[in-house]
């Protein structure tokens, strides 16, 4: 996995909360353990379904494979921002087992 295809965890109740408020765009996915229950975990939820972004509800051995340090049973992954040289785009899909280039705006 290379520099531009990395997805940042962001653990913890609140600043999943946070990231979800300020910049639902860079949220890929919400996981949250089993069990995980409360009122911010529901904010959470509603703040998923209405941005539309994906959660899992998980058991706790796969939510610490996914982050180990302590995350109070809620992780967000987040795309990594970021820009890729014109040039640096052209000379790695030359490499690549399908050497395709597709541009999308958001």
Same mark, same amino acid.
């Given at each position: 996995?290379?520099?531009?295809?990395?997805?940042?965890?962001?653990?913890?109740?609140?600043?999943?909360?946070?990231?979800?408020?300020?910049?639902?765009?860079?949220? $890929? @996915?919400?996981?949250?353990?089993? /069990?995980?229950? /409360?009122?911010?975990?529901?904010?959470?939820?509603?703040?998923?379904?209405?941005? /539309?972004?994906?959660?899992?509800?998980?058991?706790?051995?796969?939510?610490?494979?996914?982050?180990?340090?302590?995350?109070? /049973?809620?992780?967000?992954?987040?795309?990594?921002?970021?820009?890729?040289?014109? @040039?640096?785009?052209?000379?790695?899909?030359?490499?690549?087992?399908?050497?395709?280039?597709?541009?999308? $705006?958001?």
């Amino acid at each position: 996995m290379n520099k531009h295809e990395e997805l940042i965890c962001v653990p913890g109740v609140k600043p999943v909360l946070e990231c979800l408020r300020q910049e639902p765009h860079r949220v $890929d @996915t919400v996981i949250i353990r089993e /069990g995980r229950k /409360g009122r911010d975990v529901s904010q959470i939820l509603d703040a998923c379904k209405k941005a /539309g972004i994906r959660y899992q509800v998980v058991p706790k051995a796969k939510l610490d494979k996914i982050h180990s340090r302590e995350n109070q /049973g809620v992780v967000a992954r987040l795309f990594e921002s970021g820009f890729i040289d014109y @040039t640096e785009l052209l000379d790695q899909a030359a490499y690549a087992p399908l050497p395709l280039i597709l541009a999308l $705006d958001q």
